[in-house]
């Protein structure tokens, strides 16, 4: 089992910043990819950003492409998510998720991924 944990969410104003943090724990995550998902009320949950288990690769959705920064530390165990120049359509709950498979590069299917943390909330208003 791996278990995931968040951190780092919080109230900002448009244009400003947050990092989100992802600790996890128990069986070793890596070389597992990695991912951040993020859920609005009401609506599904969507694929964000993802990270290859080496750190190598990396995926983006397109509404965040250059202002949301992946990476990670496996001596760490440590996934990361930089967010600069947040906008109001960015809050949501933000859940960190590792790969089911160890042989899995990249994903952005929900379903590939087994493990999840419980979220921290991202809210972006003036």
Do not use: H
Request: positive net charge; proline residues 4%; glycine residues 10%.
């Amino acid at each position: 089992q791996v278990q995931l944990v968040e951190s780092g969410g919080g109230l900002v104003q448009p244009g400003n910043s947050l990092r989100l943090s992802c600790a996890a724990s128990g069986r070793t995550f890596s070389p597992a990819a990695m991912a951040w998902f993020r859920q609005a009320p009401g609506k599904a949950r969507n694929f964000v950003a993802g990270i290859s288990g080496r750190g190598d690769k990396t995926d983006y959705v397109d509404s965040v492409k250059g202002r949301f920064t992946i990476s990670r530390d496996n001596t760490k165990n440590m996934v990361y998510l930089q967010m600069n120049s947040l906008k109001p359509e960015d809050t949501a709950v933000y859940y960190c998720a590792a790969a089911r498979l160890p042989r899995l590069v990249l994903s952005r299917t929900l379903e590939d991924y087994a493990y999840w943390g419980q979220g921290t909330q991202v809210t972006v208003s003036s």
